[in-house]
């Protein structure tokens, strides 16, 4: 723990006011905080506790690295003991941040030159956002599955040519049907390097589908959430 001290007053530096917080659909929410007070690569997360509760969850960073403020993207689970508190959370509420954590992100060597396919599912997405912000000119296309098109969590932020919505449960997407249909019926340039974000059972069975198209556990790269 590290802490600043300030004429009359000690700040613990791991604590951040919340700035405000973004409700994007009824459970869906983004809570943006004063820009981080450390170094970050985008693809990491962190881990967030609120004062005063013992406990703690990871959390993606949603922001990019030179954003002037730092977000993360946060799905309320329903009976779940730490996101509903999170939703209740007001402007100028204390949270405790650590971090960052995680090996999750693009390497450097292949920023330029190798074509990214980022596959997310719900708030999976938030490591992709915080990398394509990061990184304008990366090439890369974003696989998105969620429910309801309504789900398409920051989707003004992707270039719609290297966005595909896909949407299980409506027609608005780009794709109707889970992202693993969508893997089923796609076609992949050999060289292309993949990253999977989100839950165990959507990142296991696109693992077995990039598998039968011939990539290797080299070109796929997992951040398991649940
Ligand atoms: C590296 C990492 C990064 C993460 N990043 C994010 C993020 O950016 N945004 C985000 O919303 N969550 C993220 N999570 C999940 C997050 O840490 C919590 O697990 C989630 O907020 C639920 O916490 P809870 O206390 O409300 O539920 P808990 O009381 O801990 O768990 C209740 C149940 O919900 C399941 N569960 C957890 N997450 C979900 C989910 N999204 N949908 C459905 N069921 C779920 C758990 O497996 C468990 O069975 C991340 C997890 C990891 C490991």
């Known amino acids: 723990m590290s802490f600043i001290m300030n004429e009359n007053i000690t700040i613990d530096t791991n604590y951040y006011k919340l700035e405000d917080v973004v409700h994007l659909t009824p459970e869906t929410f983004i809570l943006k905080l004063p ?3 450390f170094p970050f690569r985008a693809g ?7 004062k005063g509760d013992y406990q703690s969850r990871e959390y993606s960073i949603y922001s990019g690295e030179n954003d002037p403020y730092f977000e993360v993207l946060v799905k309320e689970v329903e009976g779940g003991y730490f996101s509903p508190k999170l939703k209740t959370l007001k402007k100028g509420d204390l949270v405790e941040v650590h971090g960052p954590f ?12 190798r074509k990214h396919v980022f596959i997310a599912s719900g708030t999976g997405v938030a490591p992709f956002h915080s990398i394509v912000r990061s990184y304008p000119g990366l090439d890369y296309e974003l ?6 098109h309504k789900e398409s969590y920051g989707k003004e932020n992707y270039n719609s040519e290297c966005y595909v919505l896909c949407t299980s449960r409506d027609n608005e997407g780009n794709f109707s049907g889970r992202v693993t249909d969508y893997l ?11 990253y999977l974000c989100g839950n165990s059972d959507m990142i296991f069975d696109s693992m077995e589908i990039l598998k039968e198209k011939g990539f290797g556990r080299d070109e796929i790269n997992c951040e398991v959430y649940f």
């Open 35 to 37: 820009k981080s007070r």
């Open 44 to 50: 990491q997360h962190i881990t967030l506790a609120i």
């Open 102 to 113: 995680g090996k999750f992100g693009i390497e450097e060597k292949h920023k330029e030159g």
């Open 143 to 148: 696989i998105h599955g969620v429910r309801y």
């Open 184 to 194: 089923k019926q796609a076609t992949f340039d050999k060289d292309i390097i993949f």
